[in-house]
């Protein structure tokens, strides 16, 4: 069954524009991701660790030394944080101005790829980066420094 999906501004920053996903309906990936993990919850330090990347990334850009390589080669998927954590965010980072927040989940296995809660987010997050590759070439998408514009509705 196709889902209708939107990318939506989440935060502006002089140095990079944080874009999420928002499925028909739903809240965002972000917001799925944190309510996940309530404040209180056995998961604050791994929380505060990634909200701690996601403000720096604010100040300085989506610099891609700032990511954990996940995915496959060819697409754009990464992973928050860099250091050591129970959690995963997983992310799509088109340039160093612009990156797009999905969801993510607690890294139960060595690879994401071995847990099908991960492993099922990523798939969905390669989907619409691939979504995004083709609508750029197409001409629907075009990136303008950390803006993102044209129709940035999506079905998959």
Not at 7 to 35: A, G
Not at 79 to 99: F, G, H, K, Q, T
Not at 127 to 141: H, M, P, T, V, Y
Request: with cysteine; aromatic share 8%.
């Amino acid at each position: 069954m196709k889902k209708r999906l939107e990318i939506e501004l989440f935060e502006e920053h002089p140095n990079v524009n944080i874009y999420t996903i928002r499925f028909k309906n739903e809240t965002t990936e972000i917001e799925k991701f944190l309510d996940k993990f309530p404040e209180g919850c056995e998961f604050d330090r791994d929380v505060d660790i990634i909200i701690k990347w996601l403000d720096n990334i604010g100040k300085r850009g989506a610099l891609e030394r700032y990511f954990r390589i996940e995915g496959k080669y060819k697409d754009n998927v990464f992973a928050l944080p860099i250091e050591n954590s129970n959690l995963r965010l997983y992310v799509i980072r088109l340039s160093d101005d612009i990156l797009i927040l999905g969801n993510g989940g607690i890294k139960k296995t060595k690879a994401y790829n071995k847990d099908p809660e991960l492993n099922n987010i990523v798939e969905q997050i390669q989907s619409i980066d691939c979504l995004i590759k083709n609508k750029e070439r197409q001409g629907s998408i075009q990136i303008k420094g950390k803006q993102l514009l044209g129709k940035l509705e999506f079905e998959i």
